[in-house]
T-cell receptor, first 112, second 113 residues
């Protein structure tokens, strides 16, 4: 099994630019999570999808953040416009139902 | 509500000696508990999980953890540390039948040669 796949692994962009992070969950998993990790706040849940439907987006910081899951094998997290305070590591995780969550390698985002 | 306290932010051990990472939790409901490990610039890897079966849980890479309800603890141990164990370790609690993980602040393990 390839595990959760995320791309890109690193992203450096300038303030104001649009950023799109991508995630492919483990085949057969029907739940997908986006997390953000920073030194100050640790790991925070941004959004949770179940069967491609957003169930809980209460962790999405503001309207600049949006997430989609057009099918069971792909999800995106978009930031538009990006700001320096968005710099963090973004993780995608997947699970079957609410069973154990398996994390991807993360995308390290730097906004200059 | 549930919360997790990792009692040590940093643990330093010599290679070949035991490792103990302490975790206390609070939960209003029967919890599931996990330990994840994060190596530098890597994602979180599941070490082991407790889901109300045996209280002593064996995980990967020689790690194990014991669930003690009376002490609300879930400490992680390994009898003999290896250099490759140098990483950050997260204790995680989730209410049964819920999806919201509560993460501890993490414990950084350093292994001295």
């Amino acid at each position: 099994d390839a595990g959760v796949i995320q791309s890109p692994r690193h992203e450096v962009t300038e303030m104001g630019q649009e950023v799109t992070l991508r995630c492919k969950p483990i085949s057969g998993h029907n739940s997908l999570f986006w997390y953000r990790q920073t030194m100050m706040r640790g790991l925070e849940l941004l959004i949770y999808f179940n069967n491609n439907v957003p169930i809980d987006d209460s962790g999405m910081p503001e309207d600049r953040f949006s997430a989609k899951m057009p099918n069971a094998s792909f999800s995106t997290l978009k930031i538009q416009p990006s700001e320096p305070r968005d710099s963090a590591v973004y993780f995608c995780a997947s699970s079957f139902g609410i069973d154990t969550q398996y994390f991807g390698p993360g995308t390290r985002l730097t906004v200059l | 509500a549930q919360s997790v306290t990792q009692l040590d932010s940093h643990v330093s051990v010599s290679e070949g000696t035991p490792v103990l990472l302490r975790c206390n939790y609070s939960s209003s409901y029967s919890p599931s508990l996990f330990w994840y490990v994060q190596h530098p610039n890597k994602g979180l890897q599941l070490l082991l999980k407790y889901t109300s079966a045996a209280t002593l849980v064996k995980g990967i890479n020689g790690f194990e953890a014991e669930f003690k309800k009376s002490e609300t603890s879930f400490h992680l141990t390994k009898p003999s540390a290896h250099m490759s164990d140098a990483a950050e370790y997260f204790c995680v609690v989730v209410r049964s039948n819920d999806y919201k993980l509560s993460f501890g602040a993490g414990t950084t393990v350093t292994v001295r040669a």
